[in-house]
């Protein structure tokens, strides 16, 4: 079975690193899904304005095409070993995903384009797929989350002098601000990194900026890190 691809997403982050490792975790995300040709028909989104939520079926289009059966989970720590199946992993046989994401809004013009609030999506992905979120039918209360029982910590974030008047000089800088808090806040690091003092400068790309960062920790002299704080060091604007 061919997959048509139904649409694209612009999105807020040009790059897979840093991009929260599930839908919801920051609210301050925008996206757009353009709809391509035939589905970009006004009819194809009629009633769709109704519903709050949306799930959205996609393509992981920067990951190796290559699967594996066991794969290894930033959340437990990126060294035990699950199944693929077990997992959300983007390293699956189809290399399709699924997040659930609020429909903020629909544009018209020229043809219709679907505005997306809380998104985990790289810019460019294919989109295969678009259905109305039904809380009543989707959601569990007796459900089980396995290795992932709740949302996973978060660390406390500071932004330099330089950032904050960064901020401060455009128009979009309290959605900016938000955004880059919501999403450092979660150590987009990767996972072996966080077990240790970790002395590296990291950069996040989100909209037009690049955002520097560093971890400081304090360990009390026993080896074992008790205290992190992201700090935000400096925001680039690529031309």
Same mark, same amino acid.
């Given at each position: ?17 840093? =991009? ?5 975790? @920051?609210? !301050? #995300? ?6 391509? +040709? &035939?589905?970009?028909? *006004? ?86 797929? =678009? ?5 009543? @039918?989707? !959601? #569990? ?6 290795? +992932? &029982?709740?949302?996973? *910590? ?86």
């Amino acid at each position: 079975m061919a997959l048509d691809i139904i649409g694209t997403i612009d999105s807020c982050y040009p790059d897979k690193f840093g =991009i929260p490792r599930q839908p919801g975790l @920051a609210p !301050s #995300a925008t996206a757009i899904l353009r709809l391509k +040709a &035939p589905f970009d028909h *006004p009819d194809s989104v009629r009633g769709l304005e109704q519903f709050s939520h949306l799930w959205i079926s996609f393509i992981f289009h920067q990951s190796p095409e290559r699967w594996t059966p066991l794969i290894r989970p930033p959340r437990l720590g990126g060294n035990a070993r699950i199944g693929v199946f077990a997992s959300r992993s983007t390293h699956r046989p189809n290399r399709l995903g699924l997040s659930l994401v609020e429909l903020a809004g629909i544009e018209y013009t020229p043809a219709p384009a679907l505005v997306l609030r809380g998104h985990d999506l790289v810019d460019g992905t294919p989109v295969v797929d =678009i259905k109305p979120y039904l809380p009543w @039918a989707d !959601s #569990a209360e007796e459900a089980r989350a396995g290795f +992932a &029982p709740e949302p996973p *910590p978060r660390l406390a974030v500071q932004l330099s002098d330089d950032c904050r008047r960064v901020l401060d000089e455009r128009p979009d800088g309290e959605s900016l601000g938000a955004l880059i808090r919501e999403v450092l806040s979660q150590d987009p690091r990767p996972a072996y990194r966080r077990r240790k003092r970790d002395d590296r400068r990291y950069g996040v790309r989100l909209h037009d900026l690049d955002v520097r960062f560093h971890v400081q920790s304090s360990d009390h002299g026993s080896g074992e890190n008790h205290e992190s704080v992201i700090m935000v060091d400096s925001l680039v604007q690529r031309t």
